[in-house]
């Protein structure tokens, strides 16, 4: 379960949305506005071995009172791993965490160590930074979009405008690539944990 949790938080970290703006000409211009029914699928290696982590924006939904953003991420394995996160609207501060393994859902405790996507892009990504390359990259599903790559702890993080939540490959310093995209869209994102389940989760500790 900490593993498990550990992944999808290290994943999370490393995603922030950006409000959509005119693009420049080489294509990147920060990351895509966040809008319900947006996702994207991920292929992440850890010690060799390789997971498929599915992104959703599931829209909004009043949440402990609140108008809220709800976001999924699906870990697939033997038995998915869900990960919702709820937004106040208003704050962007983050209201509730629950994480579904088979038929139990737990509430996550919101305050150690979760951090929910940031609403603003970090200086990291910024589109005006010197030294950007640009390119393209192509999903094993076939869809062709443009990059801006960013070098990071002698790495490169690739991004772009074209694709939910930004990200779309990652290679470390030793040119082992960690993360990249397999496939992602617009339209179809589908809430997996129901409003019921998540006002019922089962507190843990």
């Known amino acids: 379960m900490k593993k498990v949790i550990g992944v999808v938080v290290a994943l999370l970290l490393a995603i922030t949305l950006l409000p959509a703006c005119e693009e420049t000409p080489s294509g990147y211009a920060g990351f895509m506005a966040p809008a319900a029914g947006q996702w994207a699928e991920y292929v992440t ?7 498929h982590y599915k992104m959703e924006f599931i829209g909004q939904d009043t949440v402990d009172g609140k108008t809220c953003t709800g976001f999924e991420m699906t870990m697939s394995g033997e038995e998915d791993t869900i ?9 962007s501060q983050a209201v509730k965490y629950v994480v ?25 990504y910024e589109p005006n930074l010197p030294d950007i390359s640009y390119g393209t990259y192509t999903t094993p599903t076939g869809k062709t979009v443009n990059v801006a ?20 490959k990652v290679v470390n310093a030793s040119e082992e690539t960690t993360m990249y995209l397999y496939d992602f869209g617009t339209t179809g994102a589908q809430r997996d944990i129901s409003k019921a389940e998540m006002e019922n989760c089962q507190e843990i500790g």
Request: hydrophobic fraction near 35%; charged fraction near 20%; aromatic fraction near 8%.
């Open 83 to 91: 990960m919702q996160i709820w937004t106040e609207v208003a704050t």
């Open 149 to 168: 790559k960013f070098a990071i702890g002698g790495g490169e993080t690739w991004v772009s405008s074209q694709v939910p939540f930004g990200m779309v």
């Open 100 to 124: 579904k393994m088979g038929d139990q859902v737990i509430c996550m405790n919101v305050g150690q160590g979760f951090e929910p996507p940031e609403t603003e892009t970090p200086g990291t």
């Open 45 to 51: 290696s850890t010690e060799g071995e390789e997971s």
